[in-house]
Antibody
Framework: QVHLQESGPGLVRPSETLSLACDVS?????????WGWIRQPPGRGLEWIAT???????YNNPSLRSRVSMSVDTSKNQFSLKLYSVTAADTAVYYC??????????????????WGQGTLVTVSS | QSVLTQPPSMSAAPGQKVTISCSGS????????ISWYQQFPGTAPKVLIY???KRFSGIPDRFSGSKSGTSATLGITGLQTGDEAEYYC???????????FGGGTKLTVL
């Protein structure tokens, strides 16, 4: 059974860097699938942040692209997110997820099939 | 404001059927496959439907998905109180190069 678990600080100061890791168990990251981050501000809807393949192919939310860095560490079977220069607007529950993603004749087939439990990150001084 | 439009809330009685709509455009729903997610308060979303109308493993056949043009629908029959949750649609927007979620629909089973 595939299990994803987020980890990282629950409190980040404004202007600093939010760093989260997602440990994957029950499946080898290097075997396939894409891996993504989604966040949800308190009381609000879901917002996709970024998606990455273990070989480096990646997609980022254009509104966050300049502040986002995502990486995959196959040796640890883990992938990570860094969000730079955070503000209070970045306060949210952050989820990591496994993403099915294929593109066939320009049509994207994609969905998130396994999610972590989520971790609340608060940006405050 | 979400790229995909869902009704903020819906309600129905136990045993009834409900259809939740998700409206988009030619660059998202009209072009790519859509998925649907169910989220209970304080928990992570879980996928119900993928590739427009395929039920994910373990999802009962009370849940169904369909797509027509630039809109999609999640259907739930035989409503149960345990179906009270937030439901989100999601797909890739080719023009925006962005994965988009609908704003979510809070379903109340009265």
């Amino acid at each position: 059974q595939v299990h994803l678990q987020e980890s990282g600080p629950g409190l980040v100061r404004p202007s600093e860097t939010l760093s989260l890791a997602c440990d994957v168990s029950g499946y080898s990251i290097s075997s396939g699938y894409y891996w993504g981050w989604i966040r949800q501000p308190p009381g609000r809807g879901l917002e996709w942040i970024a998606t990455m393949y273990h070989s480096g192919n990646n997609y980022n939310n254009p509104s966050l692209r300049s502040r986002v860095s995502m990486s995959v560490d196959t040796s640890k079977n883990q992938f990570s997110l860094k969000l730079y220069s955070v503000t209070a607007a970045d306060t949210a529950v952050y989820y990591c997820a496994r993403q099915n993603l294929t593109i066939n004749r320009g049509v994207m087939h994609s969905w998130f099939d396994v999610w972590g439990q989520g971790t609340l990150v608060t940006v405050s001084s | 404001q979400s790229v995909l439009t869902q009704p903020p809330s819906m309600s129905a009685a136990p045993g009834q059927k409900v259809t939740i709509s998700c409206s988009g455009s030619s660059s998202n729903i009209g072009r790519n496959y859509i998925s649907w997610y169910q989220q209970f308060p304080g928990t992570a979303p879980k996928v119900l439907i993928y590739e427009n109308n395929k039920r994910f493993s373990g999802i009962p056949d009370r849940f169904s998905g369909s797509k027509s043009g630039t809109s999609a629908t999640l259907g739930i029959t035989g409503l149960q109180t345990g179906d009270e949750a937030e439901y989100y649609c999601g797909t890739w927007d080719t023009s925006l190069s962005l994965w988009v979620f609908g704003g979510g629909t809070k379903l109340t089973v009265l």
